[in-house]
């Protein structure tokens, strides 16, 4: 398994440098322009919700591939509690569980899961 470490501020104006490392992981995995775009919109409304959550200066990711088959998104200091009491980020939640085949949390990082 690879696994990559990424840190940003928690300012909206990094979230298009996840959205480009996410780009450069898939293309490099050969997945097709919808998979990468589907992707990365589920990214972006997860930096959305910490970003709206997180008390924090930063936000911490995790993209995990396994055997290039697999791919896991972890997003760190997402409380569910505040994610299911926060009726502005329901639309952002229900995007994310379109495009990715599970969504969960384990303790305070939120986790997108996706078979490539």
Known sequence: MDRLKYQIPNDAKYFSTVRLMLSGILNLLNRNIEEIEDLKMAVTE?????????????????FEIEDEKNIKICVSEIEEEKLESCEKLFLAKTIIDSLVDECYFNENTFILSKKL
């Open 46 to 62: 997860s930096l959305n919700i910490a970003h709206n959550l997180n008390e924090e200066d930063h936000i911490d990711l995790v």
